[in-house]
Structures are given as C-alpha cells and as structure tokens.
C-alpha cells in the first residue's frame, strides 16, 4: 500500500537532484534553467498528493498557476539567454559579471 | 504488493533515472530529452493521483511547448562542450554532500510522520476536469485572470526581447505619409515666358516627379 509519504519522499527526492543540477551546472545556464523545472516538478508532486490524500481539489488549482508561472518563466528566461548569447557568444553564467554581484 | 503500487515504483524508479541523467548528462540536448521523460513518467505518477487533467495538461503543456522551446534554444545556440564540462568535477562533491544531507533529512521527517491513512475515495462518475473547471471558474477566477495576464506579459515581453529590427528591411511608415505636406513633393520653377510650350513640358515633368 502506497501511503502520502511515499509520494511526499519522491518529491523530496527530485527536488533535491533539481538543487544538486543548479550546482553541477553552473558553466550551462539552460542546464540550470531545466534544474529549475525539475524543482518545480517535485513541488507540483507535492501539491497534487496533498490535494489527493486530503481530498481537497484546491491544491490541483495551485498545481494549475505553478505550470502557467512556470511556463512564462521559461519564456522569458530563454529570451534574456538568446540576447545574452547574442551579446557575448557563451552562456557560461560566470562570464556575465557586469553586476558584480 | 498490488498493481497500484508496481506502478508507483516503476515510474518513481524511471523519474529518478530521468532526473539523475537530466543533471549529469554532457550534452544539453540529451539533458532536454532526458528531462521530457522525467516529465512523462512523473504525469503517469499524477494520473495514478487521480490528478487526470493536470497530467495530461503536463504532456501536452510542458511537453509539447515548454520543452520544444528548451530543444528549439539549446540546439540554436552553439555551445562548447569542453568548456561547459569544466566546473562538473569541481562542485560535484558539494553538490552530492548538499543533495544528499538534504534527502537524508526530508525522508528521516517523513518516514518518521508515516500514516496508513488511504486517500479519500470518489464516486464512480467522479470527473476531476469537471471539478477543477467549477474552482477555476468560482472560487478562483480572479487568480485565473490573473494567470492569463501573467501569460500575455511573458510572451510580449519574449518577443520584445528577442526581435531584431533589420537594417535593411523596407517598411511603409504611416505617420509619414500622413503629415508630409505639398512642399515636401512638389518643387515649383520659375522660368522665363518666351518658350510656352517647353514651360508647359518641364512643369508637367516636375510634378510627375
């Protein structure tokens, strides 16, 4: 039998790959976009067992905005990679320091 | 051991695999591939959640568009993979020991709080698309525009960024055709009145220019 913290331990389980992908990934900042995915992924897995094991639908609602803010941010966030790469002709995220931050 | 459960573990056990290749793999394109199967297992997880809508909105949404776009914009790009390999080695023992701790901690919490409660059952008919649509368009249909606006912002703000004006392309400019006035075209000159009928054949020249 397949219990609420099963699901809650796999979410657990990718959210922390998608933590480890921003790390190993850094001289890529597509690879760090889709590590970013995979995090959302593992939070929408939550959301949706906790909607199904408390029998509240509303959680499926969040799932719904999470994939639309999701979709935008890749969006926008493979735009500004285009015109950095146009700029500059690498997107190693250690080369854009203009910011200095 | 019931067919619920085998279909838990085989799809959990294939988002894993997905999602460990999606981190480790040495080409962004197969990092892309990899990660369409980490969503498509995952949509199977969902659907054993009775979460019906949201997994096939998953395939379709996520998928179709939002990963074709990641393929479109890997593939555009021309990438070094030498010099994208370098800072693997150098951050993948910080990067394990922070993953791994951070596993370790979430499921020694969740184990701990393991219940053997089932989830609530639903009515034969039960219909999730049916339900989800009643919310969306009641309880939260302001939050609902707000997605959409949120989605019209993000692909004018795609476009805005990326077009290009061209230095070379020919294009009508309205305002100017609007408010150029008679002097701008037609040159008017003055000439001597001994030759009437070249007169009438210059001034007939200047307005066809």
Known sequence: MIVLSDFLILGAVIFCMGVAGILFKRKNIINVLMAIELMLLAVNTNFIAFSHYRGDPAGQIFVFFILVVAAAEAAIGLAIVVLLFRSRRTIDAADWTELKG | ???????????????????????????????????????????????????????????LVYVGAVMVLFL??????????????????????????????????????????????????????????????????????????????????????????????????????????????????LRLVKMSSDNHAQQKLDSTAEVAQ
């Open chain 2, 1 to 59: 051991m019931n067919f619920e459960t085998i279909v838990f573990y085989v799809f959990a056990a294939l988002t894993v695999f997905a999602a460990l290749r999606v981190i480790t793999a040495r080409n962004p394109v197969h990092a892309a591939l990899f990660l369409v199967l980490a969503f498509c297992s995952m949509a199977g997880i969902w659907m054993l959640l009775e979460a019906e809508f949201l997994a096939i909105s998953l395939v």
């Open chain 2, 72 to 185: 479109f914009v890997v593939m555009m790009l021309e990438i070094n993979l030498a010099q994208v390999r370098e800072g693997f080695w150098r951050w993948l023992p910080f990067g394990a020991v922070l993953a791994g701790l951070m596993v370790f901690e979430m499921v020694w919490v969740l184990d701990s709080s393991r219940t053997s409660g089932g989830p609530i059952k639903h009515a034969a008919d039960y219909s999730n698309t049916k339900e989800l649509g009643r919310l969306i368009y009641t309880d939260y249909v302001y939050p609902f525009e707000i997605a959409a606006v949120i989605l019209l912002v993000a692909m004018v703000a795609a476009i805005a960024l990326t077009s290009r004006r061209r230095k070379d392309a020919k294009s009508q400019v309205i305002p100017e055709q609007v408010a150029v006035k008679k002097a701008d075209r």
